[in-house]
């Protein structure tokens, strides 16, 4: 317990958290602003969206040290190298929900919207992605707590983070220092979870929460 209470006392454990962190927030950033984009250029084509959907689903199938490794030749180790894997492990999730969930807005609905004049941006922007939004969290949620415990694998590219106390426990056949950074990464993990949870039901309009409670009521 000693050994395990002063690895959370080292100096770089709050300096290694923070890059932990960092990695996270900046690599989920990064997918949100490429799949989203990409998910409204696709979606209104069954042809574009099923090949965004596949190659989604292909880098899905990537294992995480796979895409960190293959950084490597082509950005050496550092940093920027494991965030623009992780970048790639973040978007595949993000991108298929964010597919799936504008292209299954009613086409009634859409319809009626035109009909009252709005443009192509309003019925986006007012109808198709309120509706669409906890799909699009859903997809944002595991794409965020999928790189918590991918960035565990930064430390074989040089990357830093948590990861580095798993390795070194091992190094050292310490199990302490190894869950310490185990135990934080599971921790985080969970923070990650509960927090897009929450912003999941924030950004769900009130009237598609009603009708989703009412939907589980009738099951």
Known sequence: MSE?????????FIENLIIHIEYVVLATLFGILIAIPVAVLVHRSDT????????????????????????????????????????????????????????????????????????????????QLPIAAPIIFAGIRTSAVLVVASVTLATFIGGGGLGDYIVEGYQRNSSAIALA?????????????????????????????????RGRATK
């Not at 599971?186 to 929450?198: P, Q």
Request: glycine share 12%; aromatic share 6%.
């Open 4 to 12: 395990f209470m002063g690895v959370l006392q080292r100096p770089d």
């Open 48 to 127: 574009a969206s099923t090949v965004a959907i596949n190659i989604g689903n292909v880098g899905r199938a990537v294992p995480s040290l796979a895409v960190l490794v293959l950084m490597f030749p082509l950005f050496g180790l550092g940093f920027d190298s494991a965030l623009f894997a992780l970048t790639l492990l973040a978007v595949p999730p993000i991108l298929i929900n964010a597919v799936v969930g504008l292209r299954q807005v009613s086409a009634q609905i859409l319809d009626s919207a035109k009909g009252m004049g709005l443009s192509g941006r309003q019925v986006l922007t007012g109808i």
């Open 181 to 213: 950074g185990a135990i934080t990464v599971g921790i985080l993990a969970i923070i990650t979870e509960l927090g897009f949870a929450t912003l999941e039901r924030t950004f769900t309009p009130k009237g598609l929460r009603i009708a989703q409670k």
